[in-house]
């Protein structure tokens, strides 16, 4: 693959769809690309808000101005059937402040959405919540004006909300959604060190990221994290010729799988089945025997229950693959 | 509370059923039992099978003879509204063996299960697995015969698959339910030093346990995990005039709360409202301090997916409590 060339990237354009918009910049696979993120809420790392000239707009329709990503990036010589391996090398916050709210119609504790009301009891309270960041301590401390426990201070672990390719399919799909194409999977799983592997469905990848959380809790239950900016940087390489259906992750202790979709029980059968397809093609499990061992030792991580797919990460550790 | 009595107890039923069953034994509050356990199989440590006259039988039906249940114990003075504290205090193993099995219409890749067949493809394979407990060790080996890694070791981290009272209204429950009664949650949280909360919705409350897991990943996915007996030891405690609503744990690090259901979703809701409600009433949060902060720092583990409700267990660390 080559050192490769490393990239900055200064976005013209945020975009609000995972799809073949626009290249921002053309790779070669090997390269290496940084870029700062905008927040869910288009704000820049002085709390700038989104100009619009450097909104994704549509001739057609109003999009949905949440999660801006970068890019897209077009990786050369990406195809259809190929893998794109995305090295998150890092994830530099460089914002003091993150914000998280409750929303009237949206979150774990409602399956409504704009469009979408189910019930007649009064809604969720609109509220904001500023959490204060110390980059240096790497904790956030949120005031709990109203509660006896005053203040609570948390350690940081910055991941990326959104990261992903185009769609199969022709599809286009908004910058909330997560899918077999990765999208805003809101896993704390796509941070430092972690290598995403995305299935590549349309020649050039047009790999996008963004929405960066300082911290979540599983589930990201009230439906938005500590919403930040960062400087992200990652690498990309084409593995050519090699196909998978769903995202797929590697850090230094777990092989890790994802599911999308809703109900959340899909998203544990389809993380399982992809786990031990992974474990019978690349590390010579025998079928039945791979669904054993996961059923012993795999454990799950519930990314998000609140975006329109729901996202399960199932992981099987390291050491128990043959060396 | 006073030091207790010590009961030592050897069953001579062991209950397919959560309810009010005769009751094997009265203690009172802040009295200790201890009993040995059998597989959810009916076998004992030395593999013998249970016996007929040892069988919970019923004059108007086939009962589901799997995870045979020690007890009920009657605790004096448990009144309906007040709640029962378990203290586990030991799981002994005393098997060096724990057996597990893939069934063909059962587990989490299946929705189907005895007289509930939806697939024309053809089934799971039947399959056993033979695990070697090392009690000295506190490992388990499987052989993997069919697979380049040839063999696994795993650690051992032993829990009570079920436990629980009688369900409320009524209900009589088969051991392969968890509900609010707590039950066959199948969650590695009822474990050696965990105090459960129970609910205690009958007078004298009919507190049960059996099928001790060796281990088992998350959500039990082949729907059988080490499969052993052990040597029990549980204080009970009642608390009277508290009153919850579905099963609570605690640990050194953690308070958790639990929900049991279909679809998995309702479970994550559950155990959520009932630790927002937690932090409420005992730890004087307010309630959407108390969702925000849940939201960033709380972690959910997906106890099983296999069983007639699903279990999730959602935690909160216990180091953001007020002093």
Same mark, same amino acid.
């Given at each position: ?105 949206? +979150? ?95 020649? +050039? ?119």
């Amino acid at each position: 693959m080559g050192k490769g060339t490393l990239h900055r990237l200064e976005p013209r354009i945020y975009n609000y769809t995972f799809g073949p918009n626009d290249p921002a910049l053309t790779v070669k696979s090997g390269d290496t690309v940084v870029a700062p993120t905008r927040d869910a809420g288009g704000f820049n790392e002085k709390m700038e808000p989104m100009p619009e000239e450097m909104k994704q707009h549509s001739v057609s329709t109003l999009l949905c101005e949440r999660n801006p990503q970068v890019g897209p990036v077009y990786v050369d010589g990406a195809e259809p059937g190929d893998t794109l391996a995305v090295t998150i090398q890092r994830i530099k916050l460089n914002r003091d402040y993150a914000w998280s709210r409750h929303r009237s119609h949206f +979150g774990s504790l409602t399956g409504e959405s704009p469009g979408k009301q189910l019930f007649l009891n009064d809604p969720i309270p609109e509220a904001k919540f500023d959490w204060q960041l110390d980059l240096k301590k790497n904790t956030g401390t949120l005031e709990l004006k109203s509660s006896r426990q005053k203040r609570i201070e948390i350690p940081l672990h910055p991941f990326l909300g959104s990261i992903g390719v185009a769609p199969r399919f022709g599809r286009i799909e908004t910058s909330l959604v997560p899918g077999e194409f990765g999208g805003n999977m809101d896993c704390i799983e796509t941070r430092e060190g972690t290598v995403l592997y995305l299935p590549v469905w349309v020649r +050039g990848a047009y790999f996008s990221f963004g929405d960066v959380h300082a911290a979540q809790g599983d589930g990201e239950l009230c439906g938005v994290a500590l919403e930040t900016t960062a400087e992200v940087t990652v690498k990309l390489d084409v593995v050519k010729g090699k196909s998978i259906d769903w995202p797929r992750l590697e850090d230094e202790t777990h092989i890790m799988t994802t599911g999308s979709g809703q109900p959340l029980m899909d998203c544990v059968r389809i993380a399982t089945v992809e786990l031990v397809k992974w474990l019978v093609d690349d590390y010579s499990f025998e079928k039945w025997e791979a669904f054993q061992v996961i059923s012993q030792v795999g454990t799950f991580r519930i990314g998000n229950v609140v975006d329109p797919n729901y996202t399960v990460v199932a992981k099987f550790p390291k050491k128990y693959l043959p060396a």
